[in-house]
């Protein structure tokens, strides 16, 4: 591991203060960054310690949910509040890792891991997102895991946050700041898909902190759920996961439909074409079967991993039937 | 660097670099806890801190800086084994005993993560503030500790005994 400097921040101004300099990153839990540094992967000269910045859980008069960047995965799924008004987060957050890691791992942290494969792990295999313009070893490779959705040539690697694809069906906003001030950045446009620089996982730019994310309240009796379907029972990346919320009318048409999907693109996939075409419809299999068919038709997958269309379209009609009140 | 290990302050004098795991194995010579995978799969080197478990392989020593650690050798007393580690004797909850530190510290954590109403990815309704300790609960919650052995019907036997009150 190469060798770095540590501070432990106090606030957010100091943290930035103290990332100023080439190589620096900020420190969460350390459940991504620690293992890819002891791998040779991440080579971080300056880690500042943000974990003891805000770690808040509270939901405002107007229903929406904050969340501090340092607030632990366990406590959030956890919490009361976040159980009772947001089940959704708290499920995806529970489908994830193990607890140990959860007990490590913060909400900055979560969203800021690495968009991987284990290409990128592998330091004897070629990988554009660890050294640039290296070339891919994974498109050609075993890709069973691999991305269908937004990838390019260059890389084909998903992000393997569920807390990240419930963030993303809840309409989450990033609170950032930075060298240049504080903005807010829509969770599904905070991580990128790979085009010609996969190195960039996030549009955060250099020195740029997340502070918080906030969540907008959910109408109220709209009913949601998260399904992710793994190689085993517990403790292992989602081949695929549905995160979904579903209100229905008077007349059993879809009111308002929130549908996002993990492991099957380099970020959580808002599946807004598939949620268009079911707005006013009633939600039968033949229905939903069309719309989500039209979300996969851009789906390009690659040698092994093709099984990961069906298996989306499958685990989506199973979850929006769920929601519908039909036996799942 | 200062912490508080198993009830005892300690101080060290390590690089930066330092892992949690190596500082309680390499430098404090506390070799009760594993070194399975380095990496965060296996749960062989699980401990506590504050109570609260954590994998020491991804964690930074000096992250921890303070803290009140925990490990395996810090769960007997004077008087004798933890009840959880004279459950796992009675129920055969070990064969090779690599991960079995690791099992050990997950498992007590758990149990008051438990008992604190903390919800598991199988807790039917999230609402339930008294999460009852089912087979399907107990393994969701150890899903972290691999055993290689395939001791797990043991693990799971023993840790229900302990929480059963059972008499070793």
Not at chain 1, 241 to 258: I, K, M, T, Y
Not at chain 2, 17 to 41: I, N
Not at chain 2, 73 to 84: I, K, Q, S, T
Not at chain 2, 116 to 121: A, L, M
Request: with cysteine; charged share 20%; net charge neutral.
């Amino acid at each position: 591991m190469r060798a770095f400097t540590y501070t432990r921040a106090t606030d957010p101004q100091a943290a930035i203060r103290d990332s100023a300099i080439a190589g620096a990153r900020y420190l969460g839990g350390g459940t991504n960054l620690v293992d890819l540094m002891r791998e040779g992967v991440e080579r971080p000269e300056a880690l500042v310690d943000v974990t003891e910045l805000s770690s808040e859980i509270s939901r405002s008069a107007d229903g929406t949910l904050r969340l501090g960047a340092a607030a632990k995965n366990t406590a959030v799924a956890a919490n009361h509040t976040v159980r009772q008004h947001f089940p959704l987060l708290s499920r995806a957050i529970l489908a994830g890792a193990s607890a140990q890691i959860r007990n490590m791992a913060t909400v900055g942290g979560n969203l800021l891991q690495r968009t991987r494969c284990t290409y990128f792990y592998d330091l004897a295999a070629r990988c554009n997102k660890r050294t640039p313009g290296a070339g891919c070893d994974a498109v050609q490779g075993f890709s069973r895991l691999h991305a269908i959705l937004g990838a390019s040539p260059a890389c084909v690697a998903t992000h393997p946050s569920d807390m990240c694809v419930a963030l993303a069906a809840l309409d989450a906003v990033v609170h950032c700041s930075g060298p240049d001030g504080a903005r807010e950045i829509p969770l599904v446009a905070f991580h990128r898909l790979p085009g010609e620089t996969p190195q960039q996982d996030t549009v955060l730019a250099a020195g740029e902190l997340i502070t918080a994310v906030t969540v907008p309240a959910l109408p109220e009796g709209m009913r949601s759920s998260y399904r992710k379907v793994r190689d085993r029972a517990s403790y292992a990346f989602a081949l695929v996961s549905v995160a979904a919320a579903l209100q229905l009318d008077e007349q059993g048409r879809v009111a308002d439909l929130r549908l996002a999907w993990g492991g099957v693109a380099h970020k959580p996939w808002r599946a807004s074409r598939a949620e268009a075409a079911l707005l006013g419809q009633h939600p039968t299999a033949q229905v939903v079967g069309q719309a989500v068919d039209l979300e996969l038709a851009q789906a390009r997958p690659l040698r092994d991993n093709a099984f990961k269309i069906e298996l989306t379209r499958r685990t989506t009609a199973a979850v929006l039937a769920e929601l519908a009140g039909a036996p799942a | 660097m200062h912490f508080i290990i198993n009830g005892a302050p300690v101080s060290a004098e390590v690089d930066l670099r330092t892992s949690l795991l190596d500082l309680l194995r390499e430098h404090l010579r506390l070799t009760g806890t594993k070194k399975g995978c380095d990496q965060g799969a296996c749960g062989a080197c699980t401990v506590l801190v504050d109570g609260v478990r954590i994998n020491s392989c991804l964690a930074l020593a000096v992250q921890y800086q303070g803290r009140s650690i925990t490990t395996v050798e810090g769960l007997a007393d004077a008087a004798g084994l933890h009840p959880l580690q004279q459950a796992f004797i009675a129920h055969d909850g070990f064969q090779c005993g690599y991960c079995t530190p690791g099992q050990l510290c997950s498992a007590v954590a758990m149990k008051d993560e438990l008992a604190r109403g903390i919800p598991s990815h199988v807790t039917a309704d999230l609402a339930d503030a008294h999460i009852a300790a089912t087979h399907d609960e107990l393994r969701e919650r150890m899903s972290g500790n691999l055993c290689r052995c395939g001791a797990y019907n043991g693990i799971v036997d023993a840790i229900r005994a302990s929480m059963e009150g059972e008499p070793a």
